[in-house]
């Protein structure tokens, strides 16, 4: 039997603490304008590290004409959780993202016709300085029902739209890649 993923000690360091809750402040897209996805590590072929094991390999890189754009929401009302189910040999991931941004305008309203029913990615950064991909080359982060928009009731209450997403994929890992040149559009050649 091949080790695919060397085992290693873990210690209990936290690294200076460990802030629950997400950015809020997401890197999104369609799905369909990404060029080159990171892809998953791979021990077929020599064992991996545990870091690596959790790590995807590579940038987002976006098609020529595109670019990924930014979403900024209600600080702490989001989350990003990664859950482990299914059944024995049959174990993938199911991330779900949860945002809540505060007054429904058109801009929000528009950005929900434009996620219903298509397949996006989105790169989320928790307080930690960790980010999350959801999306990869088979599938993207698709939009679910949620409670949607409510103007409140109350002079206490918040009018705002609640959006949910939810995206599965085999394992849990980390994206390190780059964040930042794909907010610039990629010329067309």
Known sequence: MTKQITLENIDHVLDGGNMAGIRPRLVYGYHEDVAVWPVEPDGST???????????VGDVIMKPGTKAFVLDFTEDVGNHQMAVVGETDGLHVDHTLNIIKAKIKSRILGFMAAAMDRKMFFI???????HYLMGNKKRGASMVASDGTVTGTGSGDRNQTTLQFKFRTRKALIYKGDTED??????VS
């Open 46 to 56: 020599a064992p991996v590290s545990l870091d690596a094991a959790g790590e995807l």
């Open 124 to 130: 989320v950064e928790d307080e930690n300085d960790t």
């Open 182 to 187: 794909m907010l610039i559009e990629v010329p």
